[in-house]
């Protein structure tokens, strides 16, 4: 009977201060954690703003060297073009013209080593005149110093504006002179320049200013910015230029508080100078405000409803507390039926099943609907109620045949009343058939390792003998040679010799049973293992009118013993051959049970008396006139070694099954 909890006022009012004090701490800790929060979003913004200032002014500074390199190879590529005809003797003023037009060059002048002007596209009264101008900027190439002369802007000497002028040196040491008008170039840089970008980016609402400063001061800046502190004079700076980091700080800017974030600037890996950007703290602000604002009001309708929640809880404590117990037991109870991995099945008076957990519908195998209603004579052995509600008991253990399989159950029987006072009965069926399985496997490998040290034992002594007397019969029959009955005699010596021999095989096989041979494991198609024992005996079989049936339904890879385990097949096939009388059937078959892969031998012979199947395993049991009694031992130990099970069913006239149960994979044999 449970037990009535109720809580005294005193501690209902210590309860609900401390739920005060919980609610105002986390009041207190959002607020701090939405103000961190927030900066980290301001941080993080503008850090992504310097990101996209160091690539923008990075990819201005790439355009317009990508620009100039254009106009260079222009210019060189038609300078070119015209020293070939010119050192053809092809040159004319018109073909220049045409040149000019063509390419849109602005000039197109070619002088002699001595600075005098040869061809023109432009006013040829100045021909023959020496050029004191064209002397001076080309003397490089007249002195031979260079083959190629890139001037680049230079103002106009008689009209206005820019020129962007190469050269090249003709093969008298002449010079072919190039320029174009510059208005493009230079309408591109003001474009895209720094100060343009700046000014740009002090658009966006919340950026007060952009600079580029280095050492010296300011190198570019938006139109707000008359002073920065320097540099040097600055710790913050110095360590985002010396160790090449983005920083942040508060900062003041005109008398207002800033956030203010900086960032190295670098060309070709060398820091050129270092970009500042100052953003507003108003959004920052205006977002604590209301975040503030915001907390506060959740704080107090958390106050609220705690207060509430607290004396709704106390007002149903006790209807509370025995529907958690009832809620408690009814999940254990479910949990405990649902994830049981042995069978829970609920009876009605009738003995028929009204409930059923899923691991019984799993051992089944069958849909729940098809279960409910039925008895379990239905769905296990035809004996089974009578040997649970026959037995004076609650515990029995039995075996019965389930889908072609032998399953050794141990079976609790209880009761109970239900609402209805009708009776029901609980039955727990455990399937203890592996547990079984396991037990004999060890049983049979402890009386093989003790047959096995005793026929090894034996078989030492034995041997040393048996190896003498073998001796001493070959030299016998090849120094000794009877006065009488020479052929009774030499017929004795090679039957002593070959039963000498055939103990001596009978005692190698002993030896392999008491020291068997390691085991090499390697991958191979069981499917290819099957045809080719299915090859090797077919014909043989058919010879004495038994048909070899193969049903494979495993086709991957095992890593196994492969020699082994022809062997093992080999022994069950010879026992199978040997049970039958005539128009017999051998089925060899494989499939994936599980974790495991059953093979099953499986004939239609005399089958074995039940009294013999717990002893055909031992060593010397035999039934045949000629038999050893060793190769199931053997068979049993090839298996233990693979960590495997086998499993004998036989009746009498009908017929025997051996079923060998293995892993695909053998990985942990030494």
Not at 209 to 218: N, S
Request: charged share 25%; net charge neutral; proline share 2%.
């Amino acid at each position: 009977m449970l037990k009535k909890t109720l809580i005294q006022p005193k501690s209902l009012m210590l309860i609900f201060s401390v739920v005060m004090i919980i609610v105002a701490a986390a009041v207190i800790s959002e607020l701090q954690q939405s103000k961190k929060e927030t900066l980290n979003i301001l941080e993080s913004q503008a850090h992504s703003l310097l990101e996209t200032m160091l690539i923008s002014s990075q990819e201005v500074l790439l355009a317009s060297d990508e620009l100039e390199e254009e106009m260079n190879k222009r210019l060189l590529n038609n300078a070119a073009v015209i020293k070939i005809l010119f050192e053809q003797n092809k040159l004319s003023n018109k073909l220049l013209k045409e040149i000019a037009e063509i390419n849109e060059l602005n000039r197109i002048n070619v002088f002699d080593n001595n600075g005098y002007l040869l061809y023109s596209n432009v006013d040829k009264t100045r021909f023959g005149i020496t050029g004191q101008y064209a002397r001076n900027f080309l003397q490089p190439i007249f002195q031979g110093k260079q083959d190629t002369l890139i001037i680049g802007l230079k103002e106009a000497r008689l009209q206005q504006g820019y020129r962007y002028v190469a050269a090249i040196a003709t093969k008298e040491r002449g010079a072919i002179v190039l320029n174009l008008d510059a208005e493009k170039l230079l309408e591109f840089r003001q474009r895209i320049g720094f100060g343009i970008l700046l000014n740009k980016l002090t658009e966006n609402k919340g950026v007060i200013y952009t600079a580029l400063v280095d050492t010296t001061g300011i190198l570019a800046a938006s139109k707000n910015v008359n002073y920065l502190d320097n540099i040097i004079d600055s710790e913050f700076l110095s360590e985002s230029v010396i160790k090449d980091i983005f920083k942040w700080r508060f900062a003041d800017f005109n008398g207002e508080e800033i956030f203010e974030a900086v960032h190295a600037f670098k060309i070709e890996g060398e820091i050129v100078g270092l970009f500042r950007i100052g953003l507003s703290l108003e959004p920052l602000n205006l977002v604590y405000d209301r975040i503030t604002n915001r907390i506060i009001i959740s704080g107090l309708l958390m106050l609220l409803l705690g207060t509430f929640l607290i004396v709704l809880v106390f007002a149903k404590q006790n209807f509370n507390a025995l529907k958690n117990k009832y809620d408690y037991i009814e999940g254990f109870a479910d949990k405990l039926v649902n994830y049981a991995n042995d069978v829970i099945v609920v009876l009605d008076e009738e003995r028929k099943i009204k409930e059923i957990n899923p691991a019984g519908i799993k051992f089944f195998k069958i849909s729940k609907s098809e279960i409910i209603s039925n008895g379990l004579n239905t769905l296990l052995c035809e004996e089974t109620e009578s040997k649970i509600f026959g037995s004076e008991s609650n515990i029995i253990e039995t075996t019965c045949q389930k889908n072609d399989e032998k399953k050794y159950l141990l079976m609790s029987k209880s009761e109970f009343k239900d609402s209805k006072n009708n009776t029901n009965f609980v039955l727990i069926i455990k399937d203890l058939t592996s547990i079984k399985e396991l037990e004999e496997q060890i049983v049979r490998g402890k009386q093989l390792t003790a047959m096995g040290h005793l026929a090894s034992g034996v078989a030492h002594e034995i041997r040393n003998p048996l190896n003498t007397i073998g001796t001493i019969i070959q030299q016998l029959a090849r120094d000794f040679e009877p006065k009488q009955d020479q052929e009774d005699y030499n017929a004795f010596t090679q039957l002593v010799y070959k039963e000498v021999k055939r103990i001596n095989k009978t005692i190698e096989n002993f030896l392999k049973l008491a020291k068997p041979e390691p085991l090499h494991i390697n991958y191979f198609s069981l499917d290819s293992f099957l045809k080719e024992i299915y090859l090797q005996h077919n014909q043989i079989l058919k010879e004495n009118n038994i048909e070899l049936v193969l049903a494979n339904d495993y086709k991957g890879q095992v890593l196994w013993d492969e020699n082994q385990m022809k062997q093992v097949l080999i022994n069950f096939i010879a026992n199978a051959r040997d049970s039958i009388r005539e128009n017999g059937i051998i089925k060899i078959s494989s499939r994936q049970i599980g974790e495991y892969i059953n093979i099953e031998i499986e004939d239609n012979g005399n089958g074995i008396p039940e009294e013999n199947i717990a002893k055909i395993f031992n060593l010397y049991f035999t039934t045949k006139p000629e038999g050893t009694g060793i190769g199931l031992g053997i068979s049993q130990r090839i298996i233990n070694e693979h960590k495997g099970i086998i499993n004998v069913e036989s009746k009498i006239n009908k017929g025997t099954k051996f079923t060998i149960k293995l892993k695909p994979e053998i990985k942990d044999i030494p």
